[in-house]
């Protein structure tokens, strides 16, 4: 069979997608194949009743990297959503993350200097806890009884699908306090959602470029590899080698969506349900991304969840069963030399939208300065 492409692309998720037009960009002939129905991958984003819904789950571009975000603006404009979540325990609302408007909810102080003071009382009880065993013990050291019984046992412990005493301590290293009246969730210089959704900004991404849904790499392998030159495979690194190694476990999320003939639900985009009693962690009302005027609202209970064959796989877990096993997977990946291995399913990696771009660009990059 005659080789028609410079590179097969597996995978029209970010990382496939920014590969395919920077190696089309550098005259290279590109096919991208996915075996969903859609492109996008996971930042895929679906119009329902004029809202552009975030499928596979909340997604708020944000990164300090200034090449990254000049890159993606390029492509579509971003608006001005700054993600603020607001927490919910039995009914009684707070702002997020810790800052001077959560110490009023919680205590009523005003000032800084009130709002340290309260918290180092707080904190006093479990001064004599020198060496934390458990994430309890962690936080009650770090932010005292309120903090954690309000706004982080129950939410950590659905994430994690067991009592806050069986959790590790190192996943809470610090609380971060902010002493100003600022519900900015994240640090970052830039943020934003895409004007009309992300699967935009891959539909430019991957604009001229030949692009096959529905079709399952594995299921026509042979095929389609005797068409390019290259493969840059971004499904799952232990499937491609058959799991013959055991499978990389991820931690997963079930969805409940429902439509809601109401213009305004929660009146914000994330609101995260922190009691224990509440099964979901959180609820999206997607049409506040975009500050959305439609007549109706679309909203998606959050439940966390754990891994099986069914679900989609979301969180890589980073214990060392795992990275161990990653590490055989790698040793095969290297000995591959018409395959490049990319993105958060075949690097077992958990990357935010801005850092799989770097690394698409970077891989991009290496691969052609070599060459
Ligand atoms: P993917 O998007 O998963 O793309 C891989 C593609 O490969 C998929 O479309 C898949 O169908 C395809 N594929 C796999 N196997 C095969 C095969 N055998 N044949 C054909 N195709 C195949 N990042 C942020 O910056 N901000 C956020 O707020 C944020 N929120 C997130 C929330 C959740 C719940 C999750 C899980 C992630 C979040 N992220 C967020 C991270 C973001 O989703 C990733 O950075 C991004 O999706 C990674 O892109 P990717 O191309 O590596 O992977």
């Given at each position: 069979m005659e080789i028609k492409y410079d590179y097969l692309i597996v995978g029209a998720g970010l990382f496939g997608s920014v590969f395919a037009h920077e190696a089309t960009k550098r005259g290279k002939k590109c096919l991208v194949i996915d075996k969903r129905k859609h492109i996008a991958g996971n930042i895929y984003t679906e119009n329902i009743e004029g809202i552009n819904v975030h499928k596979y789950g909340a997604h708020i571009f944000h990164t300090s990297n200034k090449e990254v975000w000049d890159y993606v603006n390029t492509f579509v404009e971003f608006n001005r959503f700054t993600n603020s979540p607001v927490a919910n325990y039995k009914g009684k609302l707070y702002n997020l993350p810790f800052n001077m408007n959560t110490f009023y909810q919680l205590w009523g102080v005003k000032t800084p200097q009130e709002a340290q003071a309260k918290i180092d009382e707080q904190r006093v009880e479990y001064a004599?806890?020198?060496?934390?065993?458990n994430l309890e013990e962690q936080a009650l050291v770090l932010g005292g009884r309120d903090i954690y019984e309000k706004l982080i046992k129950g939410y950590t412990e659905k994430q994690w699908g067991r009592p806050a005493t069986e959790i590790p301590a190192f996943i809470i290293r610090r609380l971060p306090f902010r002493f100003t009246f600022d519900n900015n969730y994240f640090n970052d210089t830039y943020q934003g959602i895409p004007i009309g959704g992300y699967t935009k900004l891959v539909e430019k991404l991957l604009e001229g470029i030949e692009v096959r849904t529905r079709t399952n790499y594995f299921e026509h392998k042979s095929e389609l590899e005797q068409l390019a030159e290259k493969v840059i495979f971004t499904g799952k690194i232990d499937e491609y080698f058959g799991y013959q190694f055991g499978k990389l476990e991820y931690r997963s999320l079930h969805f409940e969506n429902e439509l809601l003939e109401t213009p305004n639900f929660q009146g914000n985009a994330v609101v995260n349900y922190t009691n224990r009693e509440v099964p979901y962690t959180r609820i999206i009302e997607h049409k506040h991304f975009e500050f959305g005027t439609q007549e109706k609202t679309y909203i998606t209970r959050e439940y966390p969840h754990e891994f099986s064959k069914d679900n989609e796989s979301y969180y890589p877990i980073n214990d060392d069963k795992n990275q161990t096993l990653l590490k055989q997977y790698q040793q095969l990946a290297n000995k591959q030399q018409h395959v490049i291995f990319g993105g958060r399913l075949a690097e077992y990696k958990y990357y935010d939208m801005h850092q799989v771009i770097d690394a698409a660009l970077s891989k991009l990059n290496e691969i052609f300065k070599k060459s």
């Open positions: 004599h806890i020198t060496e934390p065993q």
